[in-house]
Every structure is written in structure tokens, then in C-alpha cells.
């Protein structure tokens, strides 16, 4: 396979303080296409350390693609390093300049263009200009006398990503001998990456076809086989009848219950208090979401409990509010007020100060559904916003498993 | 300043499957203890690649940290490669297996130790075990005969934090000569980047101090003044200066909303439509929000709108959902539902599909107080997740003007 690399450019990289997601990004949307993204790498904005990067990823690649460095200002540097590598000089493109402008003027009516952009109008002799309908800096195309084609690209997330689209549909005619792999993913959740491991014992392999398992932070597991047709048909199937029981039709877990709500004709409601929004987050995250989901209310407070969904006062009293009975309560209270086939609900300590006698993480979930009230207690491990997110997929979870009659029907507590 | 190297192992950081939050968290960790991160890298599972990027990695440096491939399985390869990289053998360390074996018992009570977790007590002679009280892999500590020190972390994030956090600690032992360097951050928001740029035009230099700017998602912006005390002070006093009218207490918006709110004593709750859950999710995530923060409601469908937040249903077909009339409706139903003295909404086009006349993009915000109802006009561009993500903290946004006296009392509508 045609060797790729991806290089990310920018010193707010190095500081901590941004999340290279844009790496992800290609390294997923190049690897769909047949190339072998072998390793990444981010550096910061000096321009000696961008030349150095750039030769130790073009050494042996096909393709290699950065982001950053394209803006206006001084500390842009990836257009003066590029013409480096390439030892070429920079030209001024007029097309490119008034592309600028044009742009400029689409994005903030009535502002004139200051003179910095005009930086964004220089290229390397011999560099391609990469449309961006985004944003003012084009991207770079060129190849270099070793064959490898570098090309840069703006390191604003949206504005790179509809750019690297246009690059991906490029690539056949730029490397060749690209073979797009076969790629076949399952998606599954309710169990843990250990027992999924035993459960899928001797289907793992390097090769044709290749199996990897990602554990995601949203709740599920994806197995991903990628080689040639056959063989990755034969092996999907063989992965997907050992974990058939939790199979999800979806890589999400909101959009596999919102689907099977959707399927049964199902409205559905959510209650939240620990997980405060990041449930309700979750749903409203799904294209078309208002199809089946009713409403979701964040009852933070004890008296908004009361309020909203009619939790008596006396229950939380007797209970306290991180309890099976809370939880069943909010549950069928939400379901009433939103007047929904199915509510979850969620109560819990997040952190990061726990309550006596309960430790940070204790979440207790619950489903109500015309056959009654389901519901589970999970224990999270991490901080307050970790301890959110895990438990909204854990209400998600029992969802998809009430809707899907895995649950037997009726009060049930799982401990 | 000593420099420092950050290298990510594993398959799934290269199909772009997994963003590597853990080399962000060690480039911010590294660099507040005073080394220079100058570059990180991400590679694949394999031996012979983790052996040459920290081949390297280590040249020149005075650390490496690098994180994942510790794990109990064949593809797990990072003790290997240390040993080759060192030209040592591996040894096994009863005292670690002994330290496995207790941490499983108590994470999974009553189960068995898989045999296959007994590699994970494998060392290359002469490292040093580093502690793991989240999970069953230990880390390892070697020094190179260049002198460069080699830290390996697991890869599982909240595992790899806490670790890192004790050997931040102990850098200073480790690493002759580093010095803390002062670090200063100032936050502000209600202005883009460029309008920012212009006002701070002149403040921004590399070397003692270096001023470095940073824009979240999350909708504020970072000034970070990085050098020796004196100059430090002096020019976060110049920056802060000029920026003064939109400087933030916390580098937060929802945290620094809520503290406001604190200060006035008064109670907050949200509202949301297009944001499905997201301005709650952000408030809920302030540990102790639950001071001010009464309630939310996502209002998904319009019978939640009428019957949650008693919206005249004429009132939204006259005006239509995406307006003006309708959020600011919204923000006063539900400052009345919740009892607060402050409730935020939002109304817009998530996308993916537009309607008649509305492009996707375009959000309403409203806050309702008892001085009269606010609302603003936005459009943001991207996928729908940034739509929302975006919007929700331009909510956060209008809150912090309207709890600070920065925007008229009454009814104002701004386009």
C-alpha cells in the first residue's frame, strides 16, 4: 500500500491547549482510500522545524498532507517552507488574490480586505492552488522531484475538512496503483472490551483481512475488518454471529434507540439530573431526532424533580436523590408530562465532591415504558465530566435494551 | 529550556478512528513544568516502528513520554521496544504481578486474573515501575545512556493522567536546570479573532515574554503570556487592558456565567430547542452548578414549547419556530416555569436540511430577566454538532452580557 503521512502545524498544538482533531480526520479519510497512513506528526509554527518535518514525512511516502500555517499573519510559515523543500521560489497568483477578495467580501459584507491576506496569495512555482469555499486561504498542491505530493491545507477544522474531501476524490489519479480496501464495520455495546475480546477469541489478525477494536468513550465498540472483498465479508460475519446478541444497527447508540423508537412508532422523553444535559446532547446530536424524541428536561435541583416530573418530596426524603426510587420516579414522571411511550432518567453523583456513604460515580438509571419501570446502577470511575458522558451512554444503553424486549418487563432493579 | 517529546502508540490513533486527547494533556503538563515540547508523534502498534520514532524522539531531548501499547495483549509492543531501544533484556517482576493481581481484585471482585496480564509485569532491566492505582498496567521509567529519560504511560486517558501527574512532579529531580516558567492566562469573549487582533496589535512577541492566542470552540478566547515573572505581569496588564470591556473571570463561559450569577445571588435556567441539550450539558458541567442553575428544558418538538414553556402556539405559527418572537417567548415561559431570575433559549437551524427562506445555521437566542427579554440573531456555518456546540455558547455568551449590565434592559431584538 502507497505509504501516507499527515503533519499538523501550529504551536498551539504543542501547548496543550487544542485537540489535534484534524489529524484524525485525514488519517481516517485517507485510509478509506488505500493509503497507509504510517505515522502523524504535529510540530510548531518555526519554519526550520516545519522544512524538518516535512522531509522526514516525505521520505518514502506517496502523499503527504499538513494542515496550518496558511493564515495571514507573520507566524504563517508553511507556504515559505514548502518552497524550501521544493526549492522553489514564491510567486504573488492576481487569480488568487482576487479569490481572496472575493471571499472576504461573501463572509463580512461591507469590510474591506486587510493588506496581511495578500500573503495568502503566495505560492511555491509550481504549487497548485486548492480551492477553499470557506474561508480565505487556498490550500497548496505539489509534488515533489522525489514524487511525493505535499499538500498543505488550512488548519480550521470545517474549512480543511470539505478541502480534503475534494483531495480524496483526487487521489486515484495522483497515486498510482491505489487500491481502495474493502472496509466493514459492526457496531456492538452492553458488554465490556474484555468480555468482547474472549468473545471474539482467534477472529483478530493482521493481513487480509485486517481486524481492529476501538472502545469508544460514546458507548460502543466498533470491530473493523479491512482487506479484500471475500475475505472481509467472510470475517464480518463470523464477528458479528459471536457478539450477535449485542449488535447495533448504527455506530451510535443514540441514533440505534431513536431508529428502534422509530421502527415501533415509539415517542421518547429524557430526565435528567447528574448527567445534566449531555443525554438530551446526545439525542438532539441525531439528524432527524425530533422524528421520535418528545423532550428532555434537566432537573438539576430537588425542587425542579418535584415540578417537572412530580418526584414526591417525601421519596427523595426517604430515598435521598441518588437512589433506584428517584430514578423510577423521575422515569415515570417524565413519561406522563411528555405524554411519551418511553423515559429515561438518570441520578447520580458526579463529582467531583461525593456524599456520604455514596462514592463519586454512583448513577442509577431508569426506563419507563407502559409495561413499567426498569432500573440500573452504574460506577464510574473519572472525573465530573467523564462520569456525565459514561452515564448518558448508559442510559442510552438501557434504552436500546428496553425497546429491544432484553429486559424482562415490569419494576426491575439491577444492582 | 530542556526539551520534551510526545509519542502516541497504537493502531487505532492511524485509522482515525481515536483523537489523542493524551498527547494534549502531556504537551500542557510538559510545558507548565518548563519544557519545550518541539514536536509529537503518533505510530502504529508495531515493534520496529515504536523502536525507530523513539529512536527519534530521544534525539536531542531530555524526555519522552510516550503512551499506549501496555496493555496484556500480543500487539502490545512498547515494553518490547524499550528494551531494544535500551539493549536490554526483559525481565519479570514478581513484585509488579503481585501488584497486577491485586489491583484486578479490586477493580472486578470475585474474577480470575487473566494469565495473558502477567506480560504486563515484563520490564526491560533498570526501569523503574511507575504506580497505576486505575488500572492493571504499570508504567516504566529508563534512563537512556544519552541521558534522555523515557516515560511510558498506558494509553487509557484517565489511567495515563493521574500517572502523568506524579511524574510532572518529580521532573525537576529529574531534569537538571529546568526552570518553572511563569504562565499567565487572560480570557475574553463577544469578539472574534480578528477584531481581537487588531486591538491587541503590537502585545503579541515570541522570546521573554511569548503571547501566544487561542480560540475554543467553546466560545472564548486565550491570551497565554509565558516567560520570567516581571515581564509577565507587565504585558498580561497591557493585554488585559485592552480587551477590558470582554474579559472573563474563568476561562470558561458557562463557569463564568454561573459565578456572575452567584455574586447577584440570582438563579439561572435554560431552554433550549436547536442546542438540544447542549447549553445544559456545558452549565452542568461547572462542578457546583447547582448553586444558581435550577433547571433546563429541551423543548424539541412544539408541544413541548406550548405545554413546558407555555408558548402560544399562534404565536409560533405566525412568526414560525426559527424567530425572534418564539426564543424570546421561550426565555420568558421558562424564567416563569423555573422561577429564576434568568433564563436563556434557543432557537435555530441545526441542520442538516434548511428550511423554506432559513439557511441552516441560523439560531435565536433570548434572555428573559425581570427587567424585560433580550434576543439575538446568529448564524454559524458547519456540521450540525458545531451549529449547536456553537450556538450554546453564544447563549452562554448573551447570558454573561445581560447578568453584567452589558446590553439595554427591555425588549431588544439584534440582528
Redesign the interface.
Known amino acids: 500500500m502507497p505509504i501516507a503521512r499527515v503533519l499538523s502545524i501550529g504551536?498551539?498544538?504543542?501547548?496543550?491547549?487544542?485537540?489535534?482533531?484534524n489529524?484524525?480526520?485525514?488519517?481516517?479519510?485517507?485510509?478509506d482510500q488505500g493509503m497507509l497512513?504510517?505515522?502523524?506528526?504535529?510540530?510548531?509554527d518555526g519554519e526550520a522545524?516545519i522544512v524538518s518535518?516535512l522531509r522526514?514525512a516525505c521520505r518514502g511516502a506517496a502523499l503527504v498532507v499538513c494542515t496550518g500555517g496558511l493564515g495571514p499573519?507573520d507566524d504563517d510559515r508553511t507556504r515559505h517552507a514548502l518552497a524550501r523543500l521544493g526549492a522553489v521560489a514564491l510567486e504573488e497568483r492576481p487569480a488568487a488574490w482576487r479569490a481572496i477578495r472575493a471571499c472576504w467580501g461573501r463572509l463580512r459584507p461591507g469590510m474591506a480586505v486587510?493588506e496581511v491576506n495578500r500573503r495568502q496569495a503566495l505560492f511555491p512555482c509550481g504549487a497548485e492552488s486548492l480551492a477553499n469555499d470557506?474561508g480565505t486561504a487556498p490550500g497548496l498542491l505539489m509534488r515533489l522531484p522525489s514524487g511525493c505530493w505535499v499538500a498543505c491545507l488550512p488548519g480550521v477544522p470545517?474549512e480543511m475538512v470539505a478541502m480534503a474531501d475534494r483531495l480524496a476524490r483526487r487521489l486515484p489519479r495522483l497515486v498510482p496503483g491505489l487500491r481502495r480496501p474493502v472496509v466493514a464495520e459492526a457496531w456492538f455495546a452492553g458488554i465490556g472490551e474484555?468480555t468482547a475480546?474472549e468473545l471474539l477469541a482467534g477472529l483478530f489478525s493482521e493481513g487480509d483481512p485486517t481486524v481492529?477494536i476501538?472502545v469508544s468513550e460514546l458507548g460502543h465498540i466498533?470491530l473493523?475488518v479491512v482487506g479484500s472483498a471475500a475475505p472481509v465479508r467472510r470475517r464480518l460475519a463470523e464477528l458479528r454471529q459471536r457478539v450477535e446478541p449485542y449488535l447495533l444497527p448504527h455506530p451510535d447508540l443514540a441514533a440505534s434507540l431513536l431508529g428502534a423508537c422509530a421502527q415501533r412508532g415509539w415517542t421518547l422523553a429524557?430526565a435528567?439530573s447528574c448527567?445534566?444535559?449531555?443525554?438530551?446532547?446526545?439525542?438532539?446530536?441525531v439528524?432527524g431526532?425530533?422524528r421520535c424524541?418528545?423532550?428532555?428536561?434537566?432537573?438539576?435541583?430537588p425542587?425542579?424533580k418535584r415540578?417537572?416530573l412530580a418526584v414526591p418530596g417525601p421519596l427523595i426524603r426517604r430515598h435521598g436523590l441518588v437512589s433506584a426510587a428517584v430514578a423510577e420516579a423521575m422515569a415515570a414522571g417524565m413519561r406522563r408530562?411528555?405524554r411519551a411511550d418511553l423515559a429515561l432518567a438518570t441520578t447520580g453523583l458526579?463529582?467531583?465532591?461525593g456524599e456520604a456513604g455514596i462514592p463519586v460515580g454512583t448513577v442509577w438509571l431508569a426506563a419507563a415504558t407502559a409495561a413499567g419501570v426498569v432500573s440500573r446502577q452504574v460506577r464510574i470511575?473519572?472525573?465530573?465530566?467523564?462520569v456525565?458522558r459514561r452515564a448518558a451512554a448508559a442510559a442510552l444503553q438501557l434504552g436500546w435494551e428496553v425497546v429491544n424486549g432484553m429486559l424482562p418487563p415490569g419494576r426491575t432493579s439491577t444492582h
Not at 448527567?275 to 446530536?285: C, I, K, P
Open positions: 504551536d498551539e498544538l504543542l501547548f496543550g491547549r487544542t485537540v489535534d482533531t489529524a484524525t480526520h485525514l488519517c481516517r479519510l485517507l485510509g497512513v504510517d505515522r502523524v506528526e504535529q510540530v510548531g522545524a518535518a522526514r499573519t486587510p470557506r470545517h474484555s475480546q481492529g476501538t466498533t473493523r429524557a435528567e448527567t445534566a444535559g449531555h443525554l438530551a446532547a446526545r439525542l438532539g446530536a439528524p431526532a425530533s424524541w418528545r423532550m428532555g428536561v434537566v432537573a438539576y435541583q425542587m425542579a415540578s417537572l408530562t411528555a458526579a463529582g467531583p465532591t470511575f473519572g472525573g465530573r465530566e467523564r456525565q
